[in-house]
């Protein structure tokens, strides 16, 4: 069980478009979903906490316009990176929360790579 | 602000050998800590999960340890393969905040 699905798991755009990056919790209901970036050789950043129902809240450095989070449903939250630029280019993975407090763990998705030509 | 620190970066062994991968972290005030494995261009498996309640956890021939007074953690791997070739991470929440920092990673290689 727990199992956190991430679509696209690839995706190549040209400079100036938009993208989204749908995350799935398939067989739990999260309430919170958080998104991360990988650059390569380098570790997970947090990029937002993203609440069902609510904004998300963004990490220090981290554009909330270029990056819309939308977390519609206890089960889908998308993430938008809007103009992409090259610099964008990244390794894109999302986790879901499962239960709270003490007993909280994350599950992950298995990541999406986005190339901005 | 937690801060989370792996060593070595790097580790190749030959196969058969077992081997000790390190992780410390600056704020002790963890509720839980997680070790996680990435082969390359995937995602993250996780591997252990520590309650700051225990002191160590194993899974098959993995094995890790946890002592928040000194802020290390330990991953253990027995009679390794060449299977585990992999990077592992580690990752403790922010104190009270439920975000999770996570190590640069220990790029391990066991060779045949």
């Known amino acids: 069980g727990a199992v956190v699905s991430q679509h696209p798991s690839r995706v190549i755009c040209k400079s100036g478009t938009s993208v989204k990056i749908e995350c799935r919790s398939l067989d739990f209901q999260a309430t919170t979903m958080f998104w991360y970036r990988q650059f390569p050789k380098k570790s997970l950043m947090l990029m937002a906490t993203?609440?069902?129902?609510?904004?998300?809240?963004?990490e220090q450095g981290v554009e909330k316009d270029k990056f819309l989070i939308n977390h519609a449903s206890l089960t889908l939250s998308t993430l938008t990176v809007t103009s992409a630029h090259p610099e964008d280019s990244s390794f894109y993975i999302c986790?879901?929360?499962?239960?709270?407090?003490?007993?909280?763990?994350?599950?992950f998705g298995p990541g999406t790579r986005l190339l901005v030509l | 602000k937690q801060e989370v620190t792996q060593i070595p970066a790097a580790l190749s062994v030959p196969e058969g050998e077992n081997l000790v991968l390190n992780c410390s972290f600056t704020d002790s005030a963890i509720y839980n800590l997680q070790w996680f494995r990435q082969d390359p261009g995937k995602g993250l498996t996780s591997l252990l999960l520590i309650q700051s309640s225990q002191r160590e956890q194993t899974s098959g021939r993995l094995n890790a340890s946890l002592d928040k007074s000194s802020g290390r953690s330990t991953l253990y791997i027995a009679a390794s393969q060449p299977g585990d070739s992999a990077t592992y991470l580690c990752a403790a929440p922010s104190g009270s905040a439920r975000q999770l920092t996570f190590g640069s990673g220990t790029q391990l290689t066991v060779l045949p």
């Open positions: 993203s609440n069902e129902g609510s904004k998300a809240t963004y």
């Open positions: 986790s879901a929360s499962l239960a709270g407090g003490l007993q909280e763990t994350q599950y």
